[in-house]
């Protein structure tokens, strides 16, 4: 019976250990994403022009006003910031230990 309990636990704990991978490898893959589209929405506001001549003219990136990038470089941005703070709250102990051995 004890080597039964001992199967069923271990069994939960890999369960969990392999539910936090994928949880991590989805805040990963979704940093990534969510990079690229900052970037790409950060390179279009960089060269667009100022925000009369842009409506004047009707000016666009890959299809895109400069208002609409602005709005979807902050939304994007939050979501970076909040990705961020769940991946560190995970990785924890893992940040904590290399901090350790930088200072060492």
């Known amino acids: 019976m004890g080597k039964l309990l001992f199967i069923i636990n271990s ?3 890999m369960n969990k250990a392999k539910m936090i991978k994928r949880i991590r490898g989805g ?3 979704s940093l990534v994403a969510v990079f ?12 667009a022009p100022s925000g009369r001549i842009a409506r004047e003219t009707a ?4 299809g895109a006003t400069k208002e609409m990038l602005e ?3 902050t939304y994007i941005g939050f979501a970076m910031i909040a990705l961020v703070v769940i991946r560190l709250a ?3 102990k893992m940040l904590l ?3 350790k ?3 060492r």
């Open 11 to 13: 069994s939960a704990d």
């Open 27 to 29: 805040i990963s893959l």
């Open 36 to 47: 690229i589209i900052e970037t790409v929405t950060g390179i279009g506001l960089w060269l």
């Open 59 to 62: 000016w666009t990136f890959a």
């Open 71 to 73: 709005n979807l470089h």
């Open 90 to 92: 995970i990785n924890y």
């Open 97 to 99: 230990n290399e901090v």
């Open 101 to 103: 051995m930088l200072f």
